[in-house]
C-alpha cells in the first residue's frame, strides 16, 4: 500500500488488538533496558508502595502498543517521533491492553513542503477496565503525491 500525505483525512480512526502485558514482557523488557528498578522487578518492595504490585515500564506499553497498530505497510509514510507521552496509570502484570488511534493533524514539512507532510495521530490506550493507561501523539512523516 501507498498512501500519501494527501489521503490521510482527520478524524479517521482504528483500534488495535488487545494484548496481555505478562512477567515474561517484563523481564525482556528489563533485560533490554538495564531497567530493573524494583517497581518492575520486586513483588516484595512493591508490596509496601501505593499500588502494592509490580508494574510494566511504561516504555514497554509504549512499544507493544505502536506495534499493535502497525497493521498495514506503507512505504510513503515512516515514524518521525512521539510527542507528549504521558504514563496516566499503571499496567499491572496480566492486564489487558488496546490502543485507540485518530488522525487529528496535518501539516508541511517545515524544509520540504512539497516533497512531505507530517501526520499526528493521537494515541490512547487503555486497559481491560476501560480505564486510560497512557496517551500519546504519534507523528509520521509523509511522502506527498
Known amino acids: 500500500m501507498r498512501r500519501t500525505w494527501d489521503?490521510?483525512?482527520i478524524g479517521e480512526a482504528k483500534e488495535g488488538p488487545a494484548r496481555q502485558i505478562t512477567a515474561a514482557d517484563i523481564l525482556l523488557h528489563a533485560q533490554?533496558?538495564?531497567?530493573?528498578?524494583?517497581?518492575?522487578?520486586?513483588?516484595?518492595?512493591?508490596?509496601?508502595?501505593?499500588f502494592k504490585k509490580r508494574m510494566a515500564?511504561?516504555?514497554?506499553?509504549?512499544?507493544?502498543?505502536?506495534?499493535?497498530?502497525a497493521d498495514e505497510?506503507?512505504?510513503?509514510?515512516?515514524?518521525?517521533?512521539?510527542?507528549?507521552?504521558?504514563?496516566?496509570?499503571?499496567?499491572?502484570?496480566?492486564?489487558?491492553v488496546h490502543a485507540r488511534a485518530e488522525i487529528v493533524g496535518k501539516r508541511d514539512h517545515g524544509k520540504n513542503p512539497e516533497?512531505?507532510?507530517?501526520?499526528?495521530?493521537?494515541?490512547?490506550?487503555?486497559?481491560?477496565?476501560g480505564?486510560?493507561?497512557?496517551?500519546?501523539?504519534?507523528?509520521?512523516?509523509v511522502d506527498k503525491k
Request: glycine share 6%; hydrophobic share 45%; charged share 20%.
Open 32 to 50: 533490554e533496558t538495564g531497567d530493573f528498578y524494583p517497581h518492575h522487578m520486586d513483588a516484595e518492595w512493591c508490596a509496601t508502595q501505593p
Open 7 to 9: 489521503e490521510f483525512v
Open 73 to 96: 505497510i506503507n512505504e510513503a509514510a515512516m515514524s518521525y517521533g512521539y510527542d507528549r507521552v504521558r504514563f496516566i496509570a499503571p499496567v499491572f502484570i496480566d492486564d489487558q
Open 115 to 129: 516533497k512531505y507532510g507530517f501526520i499526528d495521530e493521537s494515541v490512547v490506550v487503555l486497559n481491560q477496565s
Open 131 to 141: 480505564e486510560t493507561v497512557m496517551a500519546f501523539t504519534h507523528i509520521y512523516l
Open 57 to 69: 515500564h511504561g516504555t514497554l506499553v509504549l512499544s507493544v502498543m505502536v506495534g499493535s497498530l
